[in-house]
């Protein structure tokens, strides 16, 4: 089960820390992602995290403003969202993927929601103008 939380409405350049809590799996055995969507539009990879060797990728849209993290003791990966800007409004999906997603995380590839297995409900962004 992977339960996010965080989300909200802020203003532009505001700022929003979103946590994802895992049970029934290890986050050492997995890749955790951060995939958000808006009506109309497919699921897009965000950012991920390997927690067992900390290999990370960021979208270019994100990269410099978000930093993902993860803590494999508490089982839960933060995403910190800085600088929001309007079109970074979405559901933000957080899911987990065994080694495939790994792989590709390691391979600096754009991450695909078809290699995450459990996916969260997901926590609604705002950012307003």
């Known amino acids: 089960q992977l339960v996010e939380s965080g989300g909200g409405l802020v203003q532009a350049g505001g700022s929003l820390r979103l946590s994802c809590v895992i049970s029934g799996i290890s986050v050492d055995n997995y890749a955790i992602g951060w995939f958000r969507q808006v009506p109309g539009k497919e699921r897009e990879g965000v950012s991920c995290?390997?927690?067992?060797?900390?290999?990370?990728y960021y979208a270019d849209s994100v990269k410099g403003r978000f930093t993902i993290t993860g803590d494999a003791a508490k089982n839960t990966v933060w995403l910190q969202m800085n600088n929001l800007k309007p079109e970074d409004t979405a559901v933000y999906y957080c899911a987990a993927g065994p080694y495939r997603a790994i792989a590709a995380i390691i391979n600096r590839h754009e991450p695909q929601p078809h290699d995450y297995d459990y996916w969260g409900l997901g926590t609604q962004v705002t950012v307003s103008s």
């Open positions: 995290i390997s927690v067992s060797d900390g290999s990370r």
